[in-house]
């Protein structure tokens, strides 16, 4: 394979994923104000969960809302199957993703939890699915099946959807919640972003 054909590939991957979010923006309705009021006025936590790819996903949106100033944890799908849905309470608001909405471990928590009468937030390309009929809100994120190889089974375009979904509530929510850049400094007491809000004064000695 040349340099070109390899160049060519990533190129025509990028310009298809491009096109699948500037679609998913046009899709954005009445489904996803309710799933901002749900996170805003949360009184409790928001727990996102998913599994392999959308665990990942999951997990990374959780700690996004964290950094807006929404108390959010991450749940593993298969794990709450074994106790650990018991983090979930009565006040929190469950977010599941799942591409397919018919993920086992992901249903089987969102059969545990609407028992429980919590709101669900599902993300998922069939609000037809199980798990979009479990679920309080529904809000569909689809990329064209000839992005995801092995006839759309490997999640790809599929993913990058799923996240842009994410960062699009967090930034809402962010504005809903009227965050200021002094509370983001806040929560971030390491790293660059502690330099930059706490620039240290320069050395008068040199």
């Known amino acids: 394979m040349s340099e ?9 991957l990028l310009e298809k994923e491009s096109a699948a979010i500037l679609s998913l923006a ?7 104000l309710q799933a901002v009021n749900y996170l805003v006025n949360c009184e409790g936590h928001v727990i996102a969960s998913g599994v392999g790819t959308t665990g990942m996903i999951a997990r990374r949106f959780a700690h996004l809302l964290c950094n807006v100033g929404c108390p959010a944890l991450f749940l593993h799908s298969g794990d709450s199957l074994h106790g650990s849905s018991g983090a979930v309470r009565s006040k929190d608001i469950l977010v599941l993703l799942s591409k397919s909405g018919e993920t086992i471990e992901t249903i089987q928590l969102a059969k545990i939890v609407y028992e429980r009468h919590v709101p669900i937030i599902a993300i998922t390309a069939r609000p037809e699915s199980t798990l979009g009929k479990l679920s309080t809100v529904v809000l569909k994120v689809q990329a064209p099946d000839d992005i995801d190889p092995y006839n759309g089974l490997m999640g790809v375009g599929s993913s ?28 971030h007491p390491g790293g660059i972003i502690a330099h930059l809000s706490h620039p240290k004064p320069p050395d008068l000695t040199a």
């Open 26 to 32: 046009t899709m954005l309705d009445q489904s996803f």
């Open 160 to 187: 990058l959807v799923s996240a842009a979904m994410c960062d699009a509530l967090v930034f809402a929510v962010w504005h809903c919640k009227g965050m200021t850049t002094q509370d983001f400094f806040q929560g």
């Open 4 to 12: 070109q054909d390899i160049l060519s590939i990533g190129r025509q």
